[in-house]
């Protein structure tokens, strides 16, 4: 069983940067790929980036590429999400997700690396964190 619990979420103006975290129970921490994916009110949750396992691959999603950027510790089990040039629409609960064991074949694969870019596929979700942002 692993818990995850994300940080860092608030209140910010249009352009200004946030930084997600999300702590991880459990030994196995390194063996999982990471996601974060977020819901607006109204809407479906939806996709915003992934990293595999050893941290060497990432992944996001069109409305975040070049203005976020997913990293992860091992050694501490946290994943970050340095979020930068924030926009209203970014406004969303944001969760963190922890894929134990990848289907390769409901993601996406992208220069011969598979990501793990749907939500069926993660096994454990974190509470969500808030980040709103001003106009």
């Known amino acids: 069983q692993v818990q995850l619990v994300e940080s860092g979420g608030g209140l910010v103006q249009a352009g200004g940067s946030l930084r997600l975290s999300c702590a991880a129970s459990?030994?196995?921490?390194?063996?999982?790929?990471m996601g974060w994916f977020r819901q607006a009110p109204g809407k479906e949750r939806e996709f915003v980036s992934t990293i595999t396992w050893s941290g060497g691959n990432t992944y996001y999603a069109d409305s975040v590429k070049g203005r976020f950027t997913i990293s992860r510790d091992n050694a501490k089990n946290t994943v970050y999400l340095q979020m930068n040039s924030l926009k209203p629409e970014d406004t969303a609960v944001y969760y963190c997700a922890a894929d134990r064991t990848p289907t390769y074949y409901s993601g996406t694969y992208y220069s011969g690396t598979y990501y793990s870019t749907s939500a069926l596929e993660y096994d454990y979700w974190g509470q969500g964190t808030q980040v709103t942002v001003s106009s």
């Open positions: 459990g030994r196995t921490f390194s063996s999982y790929a």
